[in-house]
């Protein structure tokens, strides 16, 4: 991966998790989420990209950055799960056809501890941001040939 692609899946994944985060909000608000984020830090297109095998992103961030994006980032999964188990996992076990005529309802003592939750990701979710925000101006300081 050379360094403008490098940038670009930053900022895709960037998107992706603010994306994530917009998803639990509208799950807290009553709105239909599909496709909800995989519990694994791992199993994320993020946690996908940032262990995969042939990276260098360690090489590329430096071991700091890229360790605090580690912790970072499974901090985020660690809270999106509390807010999955509320949220998504209901509906997870419903068969096709109710999840077709109804939305389980979920109790409202479970939204409020939801908006508490919630308010951790957002913190966890800007934290990120900001971590990975530092990795890109590292990424966009090197030269080219570090990429090849």
Known sequence: MNKTQTIEKMNMIKKNHIAQT????????????HKPTALSHKECEFGEWLYS????????????FFEKLELIHEQWHKEYAKLFKILFEKQQSQSFLSKMISSP???????????????NLKETTSELLKTFELCEKRILALNEERFI
Do not use: Q
């Not at 309802?105 to 308010?119: F, G, M, N, T, V």
């Open 22 to 33: 917009d998803k639990v909000f509208d799950a807290i608000h009553g709105r239909k989420v």
């Open 105 to 119: 309802k979920i109790d409202p003592l479970e939204i409020d501890k939801a908006k508490l939750y919630y308010s």
């Open 53 to 64: 095998k042939n990276n260098r992103l360690r090489d590329l961030f430096g071991s700091m």
